[in-house]
């Protein structure tokens, strides 16, 4: 994630939690609804409005832009499906007491004849308003699904549907130049010429989009299903261990070899393997033929999944400025600390605590030192046996922004250090691989220095002691007050003992007055 901590900016980890301001709280529980050439889907976010926490997600496969290239028109069995989904979704809303429904429609519904009369039919049946979205809005609204998990970030945002493929600039938190194109997979697919005559189509498309977009070499951001299923066939092609989606990673190089593999192999059983359905498995021929072609021009530094798109868009489109400048990982273990923790506010207290561990880190490692104190006693509710386990999930395979995948195994181990001594034994281990060896070490000493901090936690905002850390003496020094001298017993004692232990350290403890 690229961002640039300013000091002097008003955000930050431990001011007031945005999420209770009143703007913020209208936010707290919003339904979009996204029309697309390929699926009808209705996301219900809630809780931190920063970062979005999934109340309700339901996904109809509906293929309306299926044969639109040949007929001109809606599929019309695709049709039946999609009004059918929209009554669904409209009647959930009201039992779920929602604000009326954002509705959008991408380029099935602009480009097919009968799309206002499907409008008008939804309207007439559900009373749902569909906005008809142009290529140029529906790329600026993915551009910001983007920069909702991203904020910061520079790069070129690809968003490929069924009918279409837009792409969007980003930069210093805005969205720049926006194109579309007829490159999505269904309409590929009706192409005349064989897998020849459509990678012909697709490269002058595609340096025709060059042309207008100006170099592009910062990472490409890729936005929509046909990725997400060629982003899970690379995972099963290299082995690894990590099944989330969003903020994977890829290399040209990695595309070249995907692309070579999904060649090589029958696509029902890779269907079967990855767990994709049929009807994204049919698309991904198409996809892979357009994603070649997309990195070999503009040759990205890097390829990141965004499983963010144009329904998350739509919640940042309705976000304050300020609200937006926001990091969505702190925020977002803000908001689980003040639901769920027995201390909330506890966890500026710790980070402040274990912060001189750390004072040469740099300030990505710093930000995550500050979303693991945070979410240091949000698993309290877990069995004992089982709460390092639980807390390493949470934080690996939780929905949250901004996070690299190294840095969700950073903070799974933080947490699991916060509730035992040691790492080895648990079904994890596959996944610590994701981390270099001095990550796994500073992500050992700040879990061990939490769970020697908690044992202090006797108010919210209390002076618990400090420590001090000199690296070139190898010594921990230890100053408690007064008041906090009975809380260091037996239990306290052993739990500084580990943690010096981890540092190869030696130890001083002093009490004052």
């Given at each position: 994630?690229?961002?640039?901590?300013?000091?002097?900016?008003e955000?930050?980890?431990?001011?007031?939690?945005?999420?209770?301001?009143?703007?913020?709280?209208?936010?707290?529980?919003?339904?979009?609804v996204?029309?697309?050439?390929?699926?009808v889907?209705?996301?219900?976010?809630d809780?931190a409005?920063?970062s979005p926490?999934?109340?309700?997600?339901?996904?109809?496969?509906?293929?309306?832009?299926?044969?639109?290239?040949?007929?001109?028109?809606?599929?019309?069995?695709?049709?039946?499906?999609?009004?059918?989904?929209?009554?669904?979704?409209q009647?959930?809303?009201?039992?779920?007491?929602?604000?009326?429904?954002?509705?959008?429609?991408?380029?099935?519904v602009?480009?097919?004849?009968?799309?206002?009369?499907?409008?008008?039919?939804?309207?007439?049946e559900?009373?749902?308003?569909i906005?008809?979205?142009?290529?140029?809005?529906?790329?600026?609204?993915?551009?910001?699904?983007?920069?909702?998990?991203?904020?910061g970030?520079?790069?070129?945002?690809?968003?490929?549907?069924?009918?279409?493929?837009?792409?969007?600039?980003?930069?210093?938190?805005?969205?720049?130049?926006?194109?579309?194109?007829?490159?999505?997979?269904?309409?590929?697919?009706?192409?005349?010429?064989?897998r020849k005559g459509?990678?012909?189509?697709?490269?002058q498309?595609?340096?025709?989009?060059?042309?207008?977009?100006?170099?592009?070499?910062?990472r490409?951001?890729?936005?929509?299903?046909?990725?997400?299923?060629?982003?899970?066939?690379?995972?099963?092609?290299?082995g690894?261990?990590?099944?989330?989606?969003?903020?994977?990673?890829?290399?040209?190089?990695?595309?070249?070899?995907t692309?070579?593999?999904i060649?090589?192999q029958?696509?029902?059983?890779?269907?079967?393997?990855?767990?994709?359905?049929?009807?994204?498995?049919?698309?991904?021929?198409?996809?892979?033929?357009?994603?070649a072609?997309?990195?070999?021009?503009?040759?990205?530094?890097?390829?990141?999944?965004?499983?963010y798109?144009?329904?998350?868009?739509l919640?940042?489109?309705q976000?304050p400025?300020?609200?937006r400048?926001?990091?969505p990982?702190?925020?977002?273990?803000?908001?689980?600390?003040?639901?769920?923790?027995?201390?909330?506010?506890?966890?500026?207290?710790?980070?402040?605590?274990?912060?001189?561990?750390?004072?040469?880190?740099?300030?990505?490692?710093?930000?995550?030192?500050?979303?693991?104190?945070?979410?240091?006693d949000?698993?309290?509710?877990?069995?004992?046996?089982?709460?390092?386990?639980?807390?390493?999930?949470?934080?690996t395979?939780?929905?949250?922004?901004?996070?690299?995948?190294?840095?969700?195994?950073?903070?799974?181990l933080?947490?699991?250090?916060?509730?035992?001594?040691?790492r080895?034994?648990?079904?994890?281990?596959?996944?610590?691989?994701?981390?270099d060896?001095k990550?796994?070490?500073?992500?050992?000493?700040?879990?061990?220095?939490?769970?020697?901090?908690?044992?202090?936690?006797v108010?919210?905002?209390?002076?618990i002691?400090?420590?001090?850390?000199?690296?070139?003496?190898?010594?921990?020094?230890?100053?408690?007050?007064?008041?906090?001298?009975?809380?260091?017993?037996?239990?306290?004692?052993?739990?500084?003992?580990?943690?010096?232990?981890?540092?190869?350290a030696?130890?001083?403890?002093?009490?004052?007055?």
């Amino acid at each position: 994630m690229n961002v640039s901590p300013d000091p002097a900016a008003e955000w930050g980890p431990f001011e007031r939690p945005l999420f209770e301001d009143p703007g913020a709280r209208a936010l707290s529980r919003v339904g979009v609804v996204d029309v697309g050439s390929n699926s009808v889907r209705l996301v219900v976010f809630d809780g931190a409005a920063r970062s979005p926490a999934y109340f309700y997600n339901e996904k109809i496969m509906c293929a309306l832009g299926s044969g639109l290239s040949e007929t001109g028109v809606l599929n019309p069995k695709g049709r039946i499906r999609a009004l059918s989904a929209l009554r669904r979704f409209q009647n959930l809303a009201q039992g779920m007491g929602l604000p009326p429904l954002s509705v959008v429609a991408t380029a099935a519904v602009r480009d097919a004849s009968d799309g206002p009369d499907f409008c008008n039919d939804v309207l007439r049946e559900t009373g749902l308003k569909i906005w008809v979205i142009d290529g140029r809005e529906e790329a600026r609204l993915s551009a910001q699904g983007v920069l909702l998990g991203w904020p910061g970030s520079y790069g070129l945002v690809c968003d490929i549907g069924g009918s279409s493929m837009e792409l969007a600039e980003i930069q210093e938190g805005r969205v720049g130049k926006r194109v579309t194109s007829s490159l999505g997979p269904l309409k590929l697919r009706e192409l005349p010429g064989g897998r020849k005559g459509r990678k012909d189509h697709i490269k002058q498309v595609i340096h025709d989009l060059k042309e207008k977009m100006g170099p592009q070499k910062d990472r490409l951001f890729l936005v929509g299903g046909s990725w997400r299923a060629i982003a899970r066939i690379d995972m099963a092609r290299r082995g690894y261990s990590l099944k989330v989606l969003h903020e994977y990673r890829m290399t040209a190089q990695s595309v070249r070899d995907t692309i070579k593999y999904i060649d090589s192999q029958d696509l029902e059983t890779l269907r079967n393997a990855c767990g994709l359905s049929s009807a994204r498995m049919s698309l991904v021929p198409y996809a892979v033929d357009v994603l070649a072609r997309l990195v070999r021009t503009f040759k990205p530094k890097d390829i990141a999944i965004s499983s963010y798109g144009i329904r998350e868009g739509l919640l940042y489109e309705q976000m304050p400025q300020r609200l937006r400048k926001r990091d969505p990982l702190v925020e977002s273990c803000r908001f689980a600390e003040a639901k769920d923790a027995r201390m909330p506010g506890f966890g500026k207290t710790l980070y402040n605590f274990v912060l001189p561990l750390f004072k040469s880190s740099p300030d990505t490692t710093k930000r995550l030192i500050k979303a693991a104190c945070l979410l240091h006693d949000v698993s309290w509710r877990a069995h004992p046996d089982y709460r390092a386990e639980v807390c390493f999930d949470n934080a690996t395979r939780a929905n949250l922004g901004g996070l690299k995948h190294s840095e969700r195994v950073f903070l799974g181990l933080a947490l699991l250090h916060r509730y035992r001594n040691k790492r080895e034994g648990t079904p994890f281990q596959d996944l610590y691989e994701l981390l270099d060896e001095k990550g796994r070490q500073e992500a050992e000493i700040l879990g061990k220095a939490m769970r020697f901090g908690a044992m202090l936690m006797v108010s919210q905002d209390g002076d618990i002691g400090k420590l001090k850390w000199q690296p070139r003496k190898r010594l921990l020094s230890l100053t408690l007050p007064r008041d906090m001298e009975p809380l260091f017993g037996e239990v306290a004692e052993a739990r500084l003992k580990s943690l010096v232990s981890t540092l190869g350290a030696k130890v001083t403890v002093q009490v004052r007055d």
